[in-house]
């Protein structure tokens, strides 16, 4: 069974690429949103949750800390295309880890390595 990964991210066509690269490299991706989301990762039970940064109601990290609450067995991963604030919060406890995007798939695949690894 592949691992679950799910996506969550406000733009439709930012999940779509993500989630159509981790199903072409062997990840069963589930694509969700913030209104759904918490919903949704109790039923997915996803390995590892990659959540964008800035999205229209919410921020990633303030998302990260309610999911963990619901679901702290995932790894969580904050992504964004502002390199400058992911490295402002790569140390915050609530992450896995930190992406910037858009990614290749090199680096996705060494970051799924490495919180897969980890959880």
């Not at 991706?29 to 990659?50: G, H, N, R, W, Y």
């Not at 502002?82 to 402002?88: F, H, I, M, P």
């Amino acid at each position: 069974m592949p691992t679950t990964v799910m996506v969550v991210n406000d733009s439709a066509f930012e999940k779509m690429v993500m989630g159509n690269t981790l199903e072409e490299m062997g990840y069963h991706a589930v694509l969700t949103d913030e209104f759904q989301v918490e919903k949704v990762i109790v039923q997915e039970k996803p390995a590892v949750v990659l959540v964008n940064l800035v999205m229209e109601n919410t921020t990633g990290e303030q998302l990260i800390l309610r999911l963990r609450q619901l679901w702290p067995q995932g790894a969580y991963v904050l992504t964004s295309c502002s390199r400058d604030k992911l490295e402002a919060l790569k140390d915050h406890e609530a992450l896995s880890g930190i992406m910037a995007t858009p990614v290749t798939r090199d680096r996705l695949r060494r970051m799924m390595d490495e919180v897969i690894k980890a959880v």
